[in-house]
T-cell receptor, first 110, second 118 residues
Framework: QKEVEQNSGPLSVPEGAIASLNCTYS??????FFWYRQYSGKSPELIMS????GDKEDGRFTAQLNKASQYVSLLIRDSQPSDSATYLC??????????FGPGTRLSVLP | GAVVSQHPSWVICKSGTSVKIECRSL??????MFWYRQFPKQSLMLMAT?????????EQGVEKDKFLINHASLTLSTLTVTSAHPEDSSFYIC??????????????FGPGTRLLVL
């Protein structure tokens, strides 16, 4: 069973703080890793992708991947109330087999 | 990134009617599309994988005769909810593989269709 796990939350952080979202996966053959953001009542939108170990930064977002430990994380710096959403971690094997985590609900408090 | 559209965005229908939802890849060709369902405050649930020119692959527990999927072209997949009942009321989302600006493939989601069966 290929699994992707996330804490369901809610994760509450004050405005301006760093939000840290974590994801673990079970299949060592996983090759591609993605973070999606889903606002309430909307469909998911891609915010970050990462394919190799280490950090990848895009604006206030940093994705971190550690294949040896089988985890991928998303850091959001200077969190804003508009970042309040559910964040979905997705893991893909070679080819096109995506597995989504259940999502972590983030609440940024003004 | 790639753009995926869905139509309609909202459907309200009477119990027993059939509802067709369209999913289009607007600026790329998608040999594979996916149909998800999401109930309030719950996770995405993959219903089926739609393959252009062949039969869809349904996830366990999803009735293929109730949720008809047709992938007639490289840019269009349709989901028909046949004889809809109130328990079918949900948020239906399609997705397709497209290329990121970096050339890597990932799933892009349509905006979703909210179905309410009275």
């Amino acid at each position: 069973q290929k699994e992707v796990e996330q804490n369901s939350g809610p994760l509450s952080v004050p405005e301006g703080a760093i939000a840290s979202l974590n994801c673990t996966y079970s299949d060592r053959g996983s090759q591609s890793f993605f973070w999606y953001r889903q606002y309430s009542g909307k469909s998911p939108e891609l915010i970050m992708s990462i394919y190799s170990n280490g950090d990848k930064e895009d604006g206030r977002f940093t994705a971190q991947l550690n294949k040896a430990s089988q985890y991928v994380s998303l850091l959001i710096r200077d969190s804003q109330p508009s970042d309040s959403a559910t964040y979905l971690c997705a893991v893909a094997l070679a080819g096109q087999n995506f597995v989504f985590g259940p999502g972590t609900r983030l609440s940024v408090l003004p | 990134g790639a753009v995926v559209s869905q139509h309609p965005s909202w459907v309200i229908c009477k119990s027993g009617t059939s509802v067709k939802i369209e999913c289009r890849s607007l600026d790329f060709q998608a040999t594979t599309m996916f149909w998800y369902r999401q109930f309030p405050k719950q996770s995405l649930m993959l219903m089926a994988t739609s393959n252009e020119g062949s039969k869809a692959t349904y996830e366990q527990g999803v009735e293929k005769d109730k949720f008809l999927i047709n992938h007639a072209s490289l840019t269009l997949s349709t989901l028909t909810v046949t004889s809809a009942h109130p328990e079918d009321s949900s948020f239906y989302i399609c997705s397709a593989f497209g290329k990121t600006s970096g050339g890597q493939e990932t799933q892009y989601f349509g905006p979703g269709t909210r179905l309410l069966v009275l």
